[in-house]
Antibody, heavy 122, light 110 residues
Framework: QQQLQESGPGLVKPSETLSLTCTVS??????????WAWIRQPPGKGLEWIGSIFYDGHSYYKPSLESRVTISVDTSNNQFSLKWRSMTAADTAVYYC??????????????WGRGTPVTVSS | QSALTQPRSVSGSPGQSVTISCTGARNDLGHYNYVSWYQQHPGKAPRLMIYAVTQRPSGVPDRFSGSKSGNTASLTISGLQAEDEADYYC??????????FGTGTKVTVL
């Protein structure tokens, strides 16, 4: 069973860029059955899909976030990453990475990391 | 893309059934049968409970069931148990490789 683990800074200053990495273990990231996604959850609020990436580098984003976000993949290290520019206090959230299973007509986030809390504060 | 609409909370006694609705639009939930449901206990990552509207992953109890009619999907928990108390989120494919989550529903077991 694949496992996902987020890593990155827990504290970011306003206007800075957040960089998070998700390491995939227990299987290759280079599978045609999966996309790899970032999802966030502000304190006390709901889940928000940020974007997804395929192992070949094709990426897709929530339209309202697209100007500030970049998701990339590193197949040699079995990792994918999130960069979020110009962070503000409103971006304080728990950030999850997740596996999006698109094969066999599933199309759902079936494996999740534990989440990493990120606080934006000076 | 706006969030799918869910009731803020639902409650039931042990053994009862509760149903959570999830309302979207014609171009997301109403157009695709890629609706999934997630359970989230406090401080934990979400867990996939239902995919493709009605399908249960291995390990999910059969008291969880899903359905869809028009622009509204539903999750029903039959025979409510104490461990079912959690937040539940729906999610739908919205076309062009975009996904949208629901606003979330807190299920309370009385």
């Amino acid at each position: 069973q694949q496992q996902l683990q987020e890593s990155g800074p827990g504290l970011v200053k306003p206007s800075e860029t957040l960089s998070l990495t998700c390491t995939v273990s227990g299987g290759s990231i280079s599978s045609s059955s999966y996309y790899w996604a970032w999802i966030r959850q502000p304190p006390g609020k709901g889940l928000e899909w940020i974007g997804s990436i395929f192992y070949d580098g094709h990426s897709y984003y929530k339209p309202s976030l697209e100007s500030r976000v970049t998701i990339s993949v590193d197949t040699s290290n079995n990792q994918f990453s999130l960069k979020w520019r110009s962070m503000t206090a409103a971006d304080t959230a728990v950030y999850y990475c997740a596996r999006l299973l698109v094969d066999w007509d599933v199309d759902a986030f079936d494996v999740w990391g534990r989440g990493t809390p990120v606080t934006v504060s000076s | 893309q706006s969030a799918l609409t869910q009731p803020r909370s639902v409650s039931g006694s042990p053994g009862q059934s509760v149903t959570i609705s999830c309302t979207g639009a014609r171009n997301d939930l109403g157009h695709y049968n890629y609706v999934s449901w997630y359970q989230q206990h406090p401080g934990k990552a979400p867990r996939l409970m239902i995919y493709a509207v009605t399908q249960r992953p291995s390990g999910v109890p059969d008291r969880f069931s899903g359905s869809k009619s028009g622009n509204t999907a539903s999750l029903t928990i039959s025979g409510l148990q104490a461990e079912d108390e959690a937040d539940y989120y729906c999610c739908s494919y919205a076309g062009s490789f975009i996904y949208v989550f629901g606003t979330g529903t807190k299920v309370t077991v009385l």
